[in-house]
């Protein structure tokens, strides 16, 4: 699934090639970065858990890659249907959507209409501050806003990476994590950096899954390293990948 070699696509702030190896990053800090998770885009996915139930913002941000993009490849979602509280990042044909919502259809929706290329790496961020959804890709925002005011709700209900109902993520996926706010577009902007993942513990991420960085790219336990404490279980035969963005 994808080459070990890459690059970052049409001229959203990319330039950068994906390799094999971790490189550093983050500023000062050692960050070392050498495993993705693959999905295989039909029945595999990230089970993370309950973890967000009672939020007023949040944002949801992931590195990912897509060896093809269908009707509508999700990247992570907690779906609660007819509930206030679902929220979902993912692609619909080659563009990027981010809503929060009650369950039962796209109430706070925000588009990225990008044209995303297959085989390529893409920093995703979707953010929401209690009332507006935006959508980045590569630290840009898109060109429709979306509005949605209520809580998150949602107690027991999965935040799963990599799926909802029966969309699936197809490719890659790699870094993500969860706020209990709503990043700046500079925020954003610094997650992205120049094209390669950076350390986000000065952002107080809630969650911060690495996909086999802290886990040594075995087994089937994402170890949470954001301040939640919930791990993720693979489910259903997701990979660890040496290919990740740098």
């Known amino acids: 699934m994808g080459s070990s ?7 959203l702030g990319g330039g950068k090639a994906a390799t094999s190896s971790g490189t550093s990053g983050g500023g ?3 960050f070392a970065n050498q495993y993705s998770v693959s999905f295989d885009g039909s029945d595999d996915y990230l089970d993370c858990g309950s973890i967000v139930s009672s939020f007023s913002a949040l944002s949801v941000s992931a ?3 897509a060896d093809s993009y269908g009707s509508f490849n999700v990247v992570a979602s907690q779906y609660t249907s007819n509930v206030g509280g679902s ?3 993912e692609t619909v044909g080659s563009d990027m959507w981010f809503a929060v919502s009650t369950g039962s259809g796209y109430t706070g929706l925000a588009k990225y209409t ?6 390529s790496w893409y920093h995703v961020c979707g953010t929401w501050d209690g009332s507006t959804t935006k959508v980045y890709i590569n630290g ?3 060109s429709q806003n979306g509005s949605y005011t209520g809580s998150l709700g949602g107690s027991g209900v999965s935040f799963k990476v990599g799926s909802m109902l029966a969309g699936y993520w197809n490719g890659f996926i790699d ?6 706010s709503a990043l700046s577009a500079s925020d954003v902007s610094d997650i992205y950096g120049s094209g390669v993942p950076a350390d986000l513990t000065s952002l107080s991420p809630v969650n911060w899954w690495r996909m086999g960085d802290n886990d040594g790219g075995t087994g089937t336990t994402i170890t949470d390293q954001g301040s939640g404490g919930n791990d993720g279980t693979l489910t259903n035969g997701p990979t660890f990948s040496t290919d990740v963005p740098s």
């Open 87 to 89: 929220f979902f990042l």
């Open 114 to 119: 990008a044209g995303l290329s297959t085989g």
């Open 140 to 142: 840009a925002i898109g």
């Open 28 to 30: 000062g800090t050692p």
């Open 63 to 65: 590195w990912v890659n």
């Open 175 to 180: 870094e993500v994590a969860i706020f209990d």
């Open 5 to 11: 070699t890459i690059s970052l696509g049409l001229g």
